[in-house]
C-alpha cells in the first residue's frame, strides 16, 4: 500500500505521534475517574451536560472518519457538487433530532438509550429490535474508524495498515474503559479545540498547494459533464438523494446522537444540536473539496482505494510539519467518534439489554459499570477484526443508514400516536428489513411488475420523509400536506425510473413500507396508551442526592461544563 513517492514518517515517529495522543488523552481521563464510578454518569454523565461540552463533543463525534476519506471520495466520484451532497446532509442529520428530541426528552427525561423509552411503550421486543439495529451501526462506524486509522497509518509510515488498526482500537479503548462516556465528552472537547485549529491551516494549505482556485477553474474542463454540473442527476440519485434519505434514519438511530440527547441539560438542547450542525457542515464540506481538487488534476487514487485518497494528497502536497499535523488530525477526529460508540454500545449493552431484560428492572449499578466495560473490549476487538477486511466507507454508510429507515417511523409515531402497538411496530421493522434487502440486493426481478411494487412502497416512503421533517418543525397539519404533495410528486415521476437506482429505491421502500404496516395495524387495534406512564416506567440507576456540605456527592461527570 505504500509508494516511494510519498512522504513517509520513521516508525519511531509515528509511534511517538500515536503515543504523544493516546497517552494525552489517556492522562486528561485519569482528572475524571473515581474509585466507586456511577452507572448513571458513565452513561449519559447524570443529564447535565451544559451547552459548551455538549456541542463539542456531538460536532467532535460526528466528524469522524467519514467525513475525511468519505468527503474526499464524494468531491473525487461526482465534481463539484459533491462535497455539498455528503456536508449538507451530514449536518442535518444531526438537526433533525432536535424537533423530535424534545419529544424524546419530554416522555422519558431521566432515559440513557432511546430503546429504555421504546421498551416503556412498548416491551421487550420493539425494544431489543432497536437495541440490535444501534449495536450494528456503532459495530459499523467502529469497523470504519479503525479502517481509517490503518489506511492513514501504512501511507504515511513503513507499518502495516492492521498495526494502525490495532494502536487506534487500544488507544481509543485505553483512556475509555474507566469512565465510559464521560471521558469520551471530555476528550471530545480537546480533540474538538485541536481539530478545528489544525484543519484551518490544514484544508487551504492543501488546496494552496495544490494550484488554488486558478488550478481547480482550468481542471474543471477534465471533468465528464455530469461532474461538471452542479446540478447532476448522477449525483443527486446516486449520493445526494440516498443521503438525504439517510437523514432521519441516522437521527433516529444512532445511539451516539441520542445519547448525547439525553445527556445534555434539557435547556441546552437546541443551542447543542443547532451549532453542532453548522460546525460539521462547515468542515466537511471543506474536506470534500480537497477530493475535487483531486479530480480537477487527474490525481489517481493509491493502490485504487479512495480511503487513501485524502492521506496521499496531504503526503503529496505538504511538508513534513504538517502532514504530522494532519495526521494527529485525522487520528483525533475518528478517535472521537470511536470513543462515543464504545460508550454508545456499552449503553445500550448496560440499561437495553441488562438493566431492562436481565436484571427486569432491578439492576445493580456495580454489576451495570462491568457490563459495560466488558461491552467496550468485546466492541472494540470486533471492530478490529472486520477493519481488517478494508471495506469500501461510504458504501458500510449508505447501507446501515438505509437499513435504519425501517424504524423511523415506528419510533416517532410510537412517541406521538397512542394507537401504535407493540405487535405494529416490531411486524412493521422485520417487513421493512426484508424488502429493504430485496430491493438492495436485486433478489427480485424490478424490470418488470416487481419493479413497480417497489417503487409504489418507495413512493410512500418518499412521502413519509418530507412528511416527518415537516412535521417536526411546522406541526401535524403541515406534515401531511407536505407528505401528500411528496407522494403525488414520487407517484408521477419516480415509477419505471426508480428502479434503476437500486440504493435509493431499498431506502425509500424500508420507510414506505414500515409506515404502511405499522399505521395498517395501528388502526386495526383498539389498544390506546397513556404516556404520562413512560416517565414513571423509566429513571436513573443509581441514587444521586443533592450536593452535601463535603461537596462529595455529585459525581465529577455531572459538573462537565453545566454552565452556560
Not at 479503525?146 to 487500544?170: E, H, R
Amino acid at each position: 500500500m505504500n509508494s516511494e513517492s510519498l512522504y513517509q514518517f520513521s516508525t519511531l515517529t509515528v509511534i511517538l505521534l500515536l503515543l504523544a495522543f493516546y497517552g494525552g488523552t489517556y492522562l486528561m481521563t485519569l482528572g475524571i475517574r473515581r474509585k466507586n464510578e456511577d452507572a448513571d454518569a458513565y452513561m449519559v454523565s447524570n443529564h447535565r451536560i451544559g451547552f459548551g461540552i455538549g456541542a463539542a463533543s456531538m460536532t467532535a463525534t460526528w466528524i469522524w472518519a467519514a467525513s475525511f476519506y468519505a468527503a474526499a471520495t464524494s468531491g473525487y466520484t461526482y465534481g463539484v457538487s459533491g462535497p455539498i451532497h455528503y456536508g449538507l446532509w451530514g449536518a442535518l442529520m444531526i438537526l433533525f433530532i432536535y424537533p423530535f428530541g424534545r419529544r424524546f426528552r419530554k416522555l422519558a427525561p431521566n432515559a440513557h438509550t432511546l430503546g429504555e423509552l421504546i421498551h416503556a411503550r412498548h416491551g421487550s421486543s420493539s425494544q431489543l429490535i432497536l437495541a440490535l439495529s444501534n449495536v450494528l451501526g456503532s459495530v459499523i462506524s467502529l469497523m470504519v474508524n479503525f479502517t481509517a486509522a490503518g489506511a492513514l497509518v501504512s501511507v504515511l509510515s513503513p507499518l502495516s495498515f492492521q498495526a494502525g488498526v490495532i494502536i487506534a482500537g487500544v488507544g481509543v479503548l485505553l483512556y475509555t474503559l474507566w469512565s465510559g462516556f464521560r471521558a469520551s465528552v471530555l476528550t471530545d472537547f480537546a480533540q474538538l479545540v485541536a481539530l478545528m485549529a489544525i484543519a484551518i491551516v490544514i484544508i487551504p494549505a492543501v488546496f494552496f498547494a495544490m494550484g488554488g482556485p486558478s488550478e481547480l477553474v482550468a481542471g474543471l474542463d477534465n471533468l465528464t459533464p455530469q461532474q461538471a454540473n452542479f446540478f447532476s442527476s448522477e449525483a443527486i440519485l446516486q449520493q445526494g438523494a440516498p443521503f438525504f434519505v439517510a437523514v432521519l434514519a441516522y437521527a433516529i438511530g444512532n445511539q451516539t446522537i441520542s445519547q448525547r440527547l439525553f445527556a445534555v441539560n434539557e435547556d441546552h438542547i437546541k443551542p447543542t444540536f443547532l451549532t453542532a450542525t453548522v460546525g460539521y457542515g462547515a468542515i466537511v464540506i471543506g474536506l470534500g473539496m480537497i477530493g475535487l481538487m483531486a479530480l480537477t488534476i487527474g490525481v489517481q487514487p493509491l493502490d485504487g482505494d479512495m480511503n487513501n485518497l485524502i492521506p496521499q494528497m496531504v503526503s503529496g502536497y505538504l511538508p513534513p510539519v504538517f502532514i504530522a499535523l494532519f495526521f494527529i488530525l485525522v487520528i483525533g477526529s475518528l478517535s472521537s467518534t470511536a470513543d462515543s460508540d464504545l460508550s454508545a454500545l456499552s449503553a445500550i449493552m448496560m440499561a437495553d439489554v441488562y438493566g431492562k431484560n436481565i436484571a427486569k428492572g432491578k439492576a445493580d449499578p456495580k454489576r451495570m459499570l462491568l457490563v459495560g466495560r466488558l461491552t467496550m473490549i468485546t466492541a472494540t476487538a470486533v471492530g478490529i477484526v472486520f477493519a481488517s477486511f478494508s471495506l469500501d466507507i461510504l458504501v458500510m454508510l449508505v447501507f446501515v443508514g438505509a437499513l435504519w429507515g425501517a424504524i423511523v417511523f415506528p419510533v416517532i409515531a410510537s412517541c406521538f400516536w397512542s394507537r401504535v402497538t407493540n405487535q405494529a411496530f416490531t411486524t412493521s421493522v422485520l417487513v421493512a428489513m426484508v424488502l429493504f434487502c430485496a430491493a438492495r440486493f436485486e433478489l427480485v426481478d424490478l424490470a418488470g411488475p416487481g419493479g413497480l411494487f417497489f417503487e409504489l412502497l418507495a413512493s410512500i416512503g418518499g412521502g413519509v420523509i418530507i412528511g416527518l421533517m415537516v412535521f417536526g418543525f411546522l406541526g401535524r397539519t403541515a406534515g401531511f400536506i407536505a407528505g401528500a404533495l411528496a407522494l403525488v410528486a414520487m407517484l408521477v415521476f419516480a415509477t419505471g425510473f426508480l428502479r434503476d437506482y437500486t440504493v435509493l429505491l431499498a431506502s425509500l421502500t424500508a420507510y414506505g413500507t414500515s409506515t404502511l404496516v405499522c399505521v395498517v395495524m395501528s388502526l386495526a387495534s383498539r389498544e390506546r396508551f397513556d404516556f404520562a406512564t413512560i416517565g414513571e416506567r423509566v429513571g436513573d440507576y443509581d441514587a444521586h442526592e443533592a450536593e452535601d456540605e463535603a461537596g462529595e456527592a455529585i459525581p465529577a461527570a455531572a459538573n462537565l461544563a453545566t454552565q452556560r
